[in-house]
């Protein structure tokens, strides 16, 4: 699916940020915006932010797979990344992790059967003292998830996903 006027709009602010003729420095921004569109990064959106920004093709695929939070395959409306590094584990992010896999019925890197959740294990986060953390599409910083805090989160997705599609 090709990239909306929208988006381009979007990635050319990104690549106004930058001296003229370094647009290629925007491929980060140009990645994150695209993803946002459609998801995920396909090897046609690859492609096509590449011809974007006038770079090989090759090099933003190798940007988009170094990084954790680019998705090259489809994932869940929302992607639960929960921190399993040794502060948010000694805060109970154990816990949160098999109470996230046992409500969600999946296992780590899998997507719920709806499409709504998948749910990813990530590195430190920055924000050690508000353990365990998880991000919620990258975006959204949850703090001290507790199972009642994840059930809280999970009402609250839902809700989000049900009402974005009464708007469409």
């Not at 990239?3 to 370094?22: E, N, V």
């Not at 584990?89 to 098999?98: F, H, I, N, P, Y």
């Not at 059967?113 to 990813?120: A, I, R, S, V």
């Not at 919620?136 to 009642?148: G, L």
Request: aromatic letters at 6%.
């Amino acid at each position: 699916m090709p990239l909306s006027a929208a988006t381009r709009q979007k990635i050319d602010k990104a690549i106004a940020k930058y001296p003229a003729g370094r647009q290629q420095s925007a491929v980060m921004a140009a990645l994150t915006i695209a993803q946002t569109e459609h998801g995920w990064l396909s090897s046609e959106t690859l492609r096509e932010v590449a011809e974007y920004l006038n770079m090989p093709p090759v090099a933003v695929y190798e940007v988009a797979s170094f990084y954790s939070m680019y998705h090259l395959k489809p994932m869940g409306r929302y992607v639960l990344t929960l921190c399993t590094n040794l502060p948010c584990a000694l805060q109970g992010s154990d816990v949160a992790a098999r109470y996230l896999q046992e409500t969600l019925k999946i296992g780590w890197k899998e997507t719920t059967p709806d499409g709504m959740f998948t749910l990813l294990q990530g590195e430190c986060m920055g924000a050690c003292q508000e353990a365990p953390v998880l991000l919620a599409n990258h975006q959204r910083m949850c703090c001290k998830m507790t199972p009642p805090q994840i059930d809280a989160l999970l009402v609250q997705l839902r809700a989000e996903a049900s009402q974005e599609e009464r708007h469409e």
